[in-house]
């Protein structure tokens, strides 16, 4: 078992997905506390055996460790992507209002 409770979730979805329902949505659903959504931005990465690039928008996701599995499943189900981007960040360290605040904000309702 991990030694921390707390995590940020990085995704990105193409810049023309309507980025804040999207943030909105695992909000409403108690799935993260926060989503920041971040400015559009040029990906370049390898797909499909070639160098491809796209306009995306990241969200950052902060959300208890708890919740991650159910987070995932609604990013899956929300994502136009096939292969979504899903990276778990723990959280070691944080002001303790704050992470207290994730804590009460990712409850499930």
Known sequence: MSDYEYTV???TVPAD?????FAHALVEDHLAACVNVLPAMESVFRWEGRI???TERQLLIKTARAR???LWARVRA???YDV???IVLPI???HAPYLQWIAA???PA
Do not use: I, W
């Open 68 to 70: 991650v599995p159910a």
């Open 9 to 11: 979730v990085l995704t």
């Open 105 to 107: 904000s990712t409850r």
């Open 92 to 94: 070691v360290d944080g």
């Open 17 to 21: 997905a309507d980025a804040g329902a």
């Open 52 to 54: 491809d690039r796209a």
């Open 84 to 86: 979504p981007e899903f």
């Open 78 to 80: 929300l994502h136009a």
